[in-house]
């Protein structure tokens, strides 16, 4: 399988994918954050491929660790 694969699948198998309810895969959607096309008048195939790409890794990034512990 290429790196660019397409892999289609329904807006419910992408929300329970990612543990989120279908209003958000929309708004997902809309924003450009995930690839979708419709197909036909009211059917929309949702690239699930493109869903490992939507979240960020939380790393930490520096900074002064004693005051986060004292809660400065």
Do not use: H
């Amino acid at each position: 399988m290429s790196l660019n694969a397409k892999i289609p699948g329904t807006v419910q198998e992408a929300a329970d994918y990612l543990k989120v309810s279908t209003k958000t895969i929309r708004r997902y959607i809309s924003q450009g954050l995930v690839e979708a096309e419709r197909v036909g008048p009211r059917l929309i195939r949702v690239n699930l491929a493109s869903l490992d790409n939507l979240g960020r890794s939380l790393q930490y990034m520096g900074g002064d660790t004693d005051a986060m512990v004292q809660g400065r």
